[in-house]
Structure formats: structure tokens, C-alpha cells
Nanobody
Framework: VQLQASGGGLVQAGGSLRLSCASSRRTSSNNGMGWFRQAPGKERELVAAIGWSSNTHYSDAVKGRFTISRDVTKGTVYLQMNELKSEDTAVYYC?????????????????WGQGTLVTVSS
């Protein structure tokens, strides 16, 4: 299974971006999916996750600003990012878990996309 993340770029603080994660098959409709990010010098961290029933989880840092969603007809998962801050600057990765449930443990994600860079200028 291949995951392709896209949608990153340069945006001013307070702006918005939408990231997309397309899978080579309908992984995103059957698997727990997550968006992670890794800033320079920091560990990769979970930003948002979604289960097969579209239940969601957000880190405290992005709660209320980011929204994860999935389009099962397209096999795509999205991350809508609003009110972006400079501290949101990172490479963002999408990933698929083996389980269909919502997964928050990074070690349970088995397929990873290549990452897309988000840079927020202050």
C-alpha cells in the first residue's frame, strides 16, 4: 500500500492549508489513519487520527484548529489546518494503521507516506 501526501506549502500565520493523503487502494476506508508531524530537532508526533467510523482524535496543540476527515469514495484522508501558527511548521506525514479502529500509538502505524512540508511564516 502506498500513501501519497500532498498540499503542503508556505503560508502566513493565521492562514489555512488542506493536506491530502491518497492511498493506492481503499486503505483509508478500512484502516485507522493518522496525520503526524516532525519539526526539526523534534520527535515525530501524532497530530490527528481517524477510525473507520470517522471517530477522531486531536493533539492538544491543534484541537479546535485542525480537522481530519476521510472520503471513502476517493480513498483519501484530509487534514484541514486553520489558524496556522509558526509552531505548526513541520513535515507532515500520513500513515495507516493495521487496525480499523482509531489508533493513537505511533508504533501501531505500519504504512507511511513520504511527507509534505508545511512552513508557517510569522
Amino acid at each position: 500500500v502506498q500513501l501519497q501526501a500532498s498540499g503542503g506549502g508556505l503560508v502566513q500565520a493565521g492562514g489555512s492549508l488542506r493536506l491530502s493523503c491518497a492511498s493506492s487502494r481503499r486503505t483509508s476506508s478500512n484502516n485507522g489513519m493518522g496525520w503526524f508531524r516532525q519539526a526539526p530537532g523534534k520527535e515525530r508526533e501524532l497530530v490527528a487520527a481517524i477510525g473507520w467510523s470517522s471517530n477522531t482524535h486531536y493533539s492538544d496543540a491543534v484541537k479546535g484548529r485542525f480537522t481530519i476527515s476521510r472520503d471513502v469514495t476517493k480513498g483519501t484522508v484530509y487534514l484541514q489546518m486553520n489558524e496556522l501558527k509558526s509552531e505548526d511548521t513541520a513535515v507532515y506525514y500520513c500513515a495507516a494503521a493495521r487496525s480499523s479502529f482509531l489508533v493513537t500509538d505511533r508504533s501501531l502505524y505500519v504504512n507511511w507516506g513520504q511527507g509534505t512540508l508545511v512552513t508557517v511564516s510569522s
